[in-house]
């Protein structure tokens, strides 16, 4: 069959999230062509891609096709499945494919006659401003997630840090917890809908992309109290140069983005902005600021902070309970302050 170099391509590029190299899971750096789809499957996540050309069923590993795609120069190319290969021509030049005779681990006829439900306008915003509060500690898998509520309410933290979003709307779903990682690989298909079980919450696009994460359903922190103690607080408008400041500072944050963080500090009228890296080095920046408040220090993520910016420069000091605050009518942030 013929198909357009570009559409396969794409189709490939938005499945790279549900592959994995991890050693023990058979299919895990394969693509899998069944039924229509093209699908991927690490056993945290599951991607389908309609592709409705190719009805044949077989599996390929992932590496050699993408690389030979990025290097075909021609507009189209004519894709045949034999017993054992899966054969690419483009223009004068011919590939095989080997073929894999694994057991395909899903099968996409589960989303045959499923209701999907809306999602609400402001999910994807919500769901990456909690995930830039959850943790990165293996040993604690329930910080590690997003809680999604159906009250509408959508929360991450890591005890330390707190990001809240209230939708303003139910969502027709069961309380659960999305893992942070998962479902911000998720969110590049820009999902509009969902359906879930008891182990999956599954994400539809209006292309019909499918992806899909594992949840859990455990007790998440009770951040009530907390979001409660945070009434009053001295107000802090940051200056317009932080912006510029950040954008400097995050070239000497570690390279990991879950490991990237700038220390900011107020002290005797000045705002400073640092980063340190072991392998970079660091940045320093101070900004004057002259605010009628006392000496605070607290992490963050550059970028997210980049992020709360554009919605309220101004936040909130609340020495008592030794926090920083950002708030707006639907979103908190909070963020422990250093000792």
Known sequence: MEITKDKLKNALSTLKPGLSKKDGIGESNCFVFNNGYISTFNNELWFNYPMPEIQESFIIESDE??????????????????EKLLVLQAG???????????????????????????????????IKFA??????????????????????????????????WDLGTTIPIKDTLIPADSILK?????PTSFISDDEWIHFKNDEG?????????????????????????????????????????????????????????????????????????FYKERIL?????????FLIDPSFLKDILKRSKKCL????????????????YLAMLKQ
């Open 65 to 82: 096709i993408m690389q030979l795609l990025d290097k075909t120069k021609v507009d189209t190319v004519t894709l045949n499945v034999t």
């Open 92 to 126: 004068k030049s011919k590939a095989g494919f080997n073929t894999i005779a694994i057991e395909v681990p899903v099968d996409v006829s589960f989303f045959e006659n499923k209701v999907w439900e809306k999602l609400p306008t402001d999910f994807q915003t919500a």
């Open 209 to 281: 992309v499918i992806a899909s994460c594992r949840v859990l359903y455990d007790n998440f922190p009770n951040v009530t109290p907390v979001l409660n103690k945070i009434k009053g607080g001295h107000s802090i408008l940051f200056p317009d140069g932080i912006n510029n400041a950040l954008d400097k500072a995050i070239i000497f944050t570690e390279d990991d983005k879950q490991a990237q963080t700038v220390s900011i500090s107020y002290k005797s009228n000045y705002l400073s902005i640092d980063s340190e890296s072991d392998s970079k080095g």
């Open 186 to 190: 998720i969110l590049t298909i820009n």
């Open 131 to 164: 995930a830039m509060s959850a943790s990165n500690d293996l040993i604690n898998p329930i910080v590690q997630c997003v809680s999604v509520k159906s009250d509408g309410t959508i929360v991450g933290t890591n005890n330390f840090r707190l990001s809240f």
């Open 289 to 297: 600021m002259d605010a009628d408040v006392s000496d605070f220090n």
């Open 317 to 332: 000091l609340h020495t008592e309970q030794n926090i920083i605050s950002f708030q707006d009518e639907n979103w908190t």
